[in-house]
Structures are given as C-alpha cells and as structure tokens.
C-alpha cells in the first residue's frame, strides 16, 4: 500500500455498494482512522460490504484517503471547487454523492485531521514561588533568592478520544536568568501583537 497516486478508476469500485449508506459509512471509518497505523480493519469492512478482493479493497481505500484528505486540504464546502477535484470524464452520480458526503463531514474531519497533526504539547497551568538558597564561599555564607516553577503540559496529539496524560516540569531560575527569559517574553509578545495586528 505505498502508491500516493490518486486513481480515479479505483474509486468507480463503490458503484458497486448496495447504498449509500455504506458509502457514507466507508467515507467515515477512513477519515475517523486515517493515520492510525494499519488500515486492515476498513480494508475488511470495504472487502465485506463490497464483496471484492483485498487488492481492489487497498486500491479503493488509498483513492479513497487520499481523495478526501485533498479534499479537506482544499479548505472548502464549495460544491464547484470539490467538483473540480475530479476529472470531467468521472461518472456524474459518484462524483455528486461524494462531494455531498464530503460537504456533510467537512467540519467533522477537518477537526479530526488537525488533531491526528503531531503538535506540541500545550501549557496547561503553572506554578511559582521565591525561595531563599543557601549559598557559601570561602569568606561568607549568605543566601540567594531563587524562583522554582513548575510547568504543568498536556501532549496535543492524542488519537484515542481519551485526555493525554498531564506531565510535569519543575525549572529553577537565578534572578539573572529570569530576567533573561522576561526579556526574551516580552519580545515574543511584541511580535505576536504586531504580526495580529497586520491580520
């Protein structure tokens, strides 16, 4: 299952669905899994519903998947610009139900495909306090102040429909370095409000 080429052919498979429903169905289970290690069990249900072998069932899922993920990367419900996603020779009762169902799920498998993207993990809360360090040299002992924060982070690709699990980060600052990092802050919001406000 390597190919990345579209093959329209491969898609002319569903004509051979009992309904639309099944179609629909198809549609979904790809997107809903798409990116999620091994397609087997969409490829089983294309086989089953479609009563065809694994090969054309592979080759239907890749047109498939990567029909839809153009779709979603195209960024819009216009039924003229999905139309245009097919060739002008593509059957006219498969191309209409499949920008329909595209348009019906739009908004459902864009929000899934931004979550299956590999992000950063999001700053959930944080916590700070000053504390006195005890520090000594040859001539005398004296203390430091020191800020300890603790960053509290939530990973954002989570696939499982389960909440990722909360990890923790403790980071100690001198005041030199927490000057530094102020600094280095105030310049990013900086430019965070002037390229907002060039929006």
Not at 88 to 107: C, G, Q
Not at 173 to 194: F, H, P, V, W, Y
Request: charged content about 25%; proline content about 4%; overall charge positive.
């Amino acid at each position: 299952m390597a190919t990345t080429n579209l093959h329209f052919e491969d898609l002319k498979i569903l004509l051979q669905c009992p309904s639309k429903d099944i179609v629909i169905k198809i549609c979904n289970d790809i997107m809903k899994f798409s990116g999620l290690g091994s397609p087997e069990p969409q490829l089983k249900l294309i086989e089953c519903s479609l009563k065809i072998d694994k090969k054309q069932s592979e080759n239907l899922y890749i047109a498939l998947n990567l029909l839809l993920k153009k779709a979603i990367f195209a960024d819009t419900q216009n039924p003229e610009v999905l139309r245009k996603l097919f060739p002008a020779n593509f059957h006219n009762n498969l191309k209409e139900l499949l920008v329909k169902i595209i348009i019906d799920n739009y908004s459902k498998w864009r929000e899934a495909s931004i979550k299956n993207q590999v992000s950063l993990p999001h700053l959930v809360d944080f916590d700070w306090r000053v504390d006195l360090k005890a520090a000594s040299n040859t001539i005398s002992r004296m203390s430091v102040p020191t800020c300890l924060v603790q960053f509290e982070m939530q990973d954002a690709g989570n696939r499982s429909g389960t909440a990722a699990p909360v990890r923790y980060a403790n980071v100690e600052l001198s005041k030199e370095t927490l000057n530094t990092m102020l600094d280095g802050l105030s310049k990013i919001r900086d430019q965070l409000s002037s390229v907002a406000k060039q929006g």
